[in-house]
């Protein structure tokens, strides 16, 4: 069973970055794309970027993440991150990593409801 684990959370100044990491316990080839999600105080959980596993690393950026943050892996290690750059107190919230076994559910609808996820790491923006 697939467990996505977060971990790299925390207090950051804005204008400040921080990079993700989501270990992938028990992976196996049959899950081909990983994504970041957050969920903001008081907000519904909203999906941030993707990455397909079984290619050259094909990703996807909703708006919202689109040119401050980077999603990368690294298959060795069975690692995704989510470096997050120029943070503003508006990008606090719990960032989750979701694993799905199809990359069009995941990385074009945005449908997790048949995804594993992780506990969450905390990302606080504040001076």
């Known amino acids: 069973q697939l467990q996505p684990v977060e971990s790299g959370g925390g207090l950051v100044q804005p204008g400040g970055s921080l990079r993700l990491s989501c270990l992938l316990s028990?992976?196996?080839?049959?899950?081909?794309?990983i994504a970041w999600f957050r969920q903001a105080p008081g907000q519904e959980r909203e999906a941030l970027a993707c990455?397909?596993?079984?290619?050259?690393?094909?990703?996807y950026y909703r708006n919202s993440a689109k040119g401050r943050f980077a999603i990368s892996r690294v298959n060795a290690n069975n690692t995704v991150y989510l470096q997050m750059n120029s943070l503003q107190p508006s990008d606090t919230g719990v960032y989750y990593c979701?694993?799905?076994?199809?990359?069009?559910?995941?990385?074009?609808?945005?449908?997790?409801?048949?995804?594993?996820w992780g506990q969450g790491t905390q990302v606080t923006v504040s001076s």
């Open positions: 990455i397909v596993t079984s290619d050259g690393g094909s990703t």
């Open positions: 028990g992976f196996t080839p049959d899950y081909h794309a």
């Open positions: 979701v694993a799905d076994r199809q990359i069009y559910r995941l990385c074009t609808l945005w449908r997790s409801d048949l995804a594993s």
